[in-house]
């Protein structure tokens, strides 16, 4: 009897620990959720954040909205004229105007930035430091494919990978080798990893340069 006792007693004191770790356990890997949202009216763009704050941003006289796509602290409109980035954390719009010949093929928003891809230029905007960045592409260059995740992301030409960076600094270049042909990429938060046929490219969102391994 006291031996059924002791065991009784030990599974009513697990049952007991796992109604206090769970709750912890299901709290800790909660998704963070989108904090702002944009909307548009009477020729204004809203910037609506999860607090008290919100920005304005007039829209020019025959400017249409073209996207609208919010995620995390960021949010991104493409309109005909420009491209306008909205940080959360400060509350405010960034602009970064389109020249007339300028087409954008795609883009991508994650939580704290904006990489948009162009027949005439790369774009980064970063939502923490609530600045646009612009890298142009030399003449005969082509985009080939893009990777990007949280912090980072690299977007690839036929001649070179170009890295930006949510944290720090812009965009950050780094030739291909001639005749050296990319196998596979690897791409986290806040790293990006070229495995090449004769070496490895790693570009990481801390660091901002690239690294060269043979």
Do not use: C
């Not at 709750?23 to 607090?51: K, N, Y």
């Not at 020019?60 to 919010?70: P, R």
């Not at 493409?78 to 093929?105: D, Y």
């Not at 270049?173 to 790693?202: E, Y």
Request: avoid cysteine; aromatic fraction near 8%; charged fraction near 15%.
């Amino acid at each position: 009897m006291l031996i059924m006792s002791l065991r009784m007693r030990s599974v009513l004191i697990m049952v007991l620990l796992s109604l206090v770790v769970w709750p912890l356990h299901a709290w800790s890997q909660e998704v963070v959720t989108d904090q702002v949202s944009i909307t548009s009216a009477r020729g204004q763009l809203f910037g609506i954040t999860s607090g008290e704050g919100i920005a304005r941003q007039v829209l020019s006289s025959g400017e249409e909205v073209l996207v609208v796509e919010t995620k995390g602290v960021t949010g991104y409109v493409e309109t005909t004229k420009r491209l306008l980035g909205f940080s959360g954390r400060l509350q405010r719009w960034v602009e970064m105007n389109l020249s007339s010949s300028e087409q954008v093929v795609t883009w991508t928003v994650t939580p704290r930035m904006i990489i948009v891809q162009g027949r005439e230029s790369v774009y980064g905007f970063q939502s923490d430091l609530g600045r646009w960045k612009r890298d142009s592409w030399g003449a005969g260059e082509t985009l080939v494919k893009s990777v990007v995740d949280e912090n980072v992301g690299v977007v690839l030409t036929n001649r070179r990978a170009v890295g930006f960076s949510a944290l720090t600094g812009g965009f950050f270049s780094q030739d291909l080798p001639s005749g050296n042909a990319i196998q596979h990429i690897q791409v986290n938060d806040n790293v990006v990893i070229i495995h090449l046929s004769g070496l490895l490219l790693v570009f990481r969102s801390g660091l901002a340069i690239w690294a060269v391994l043979p």
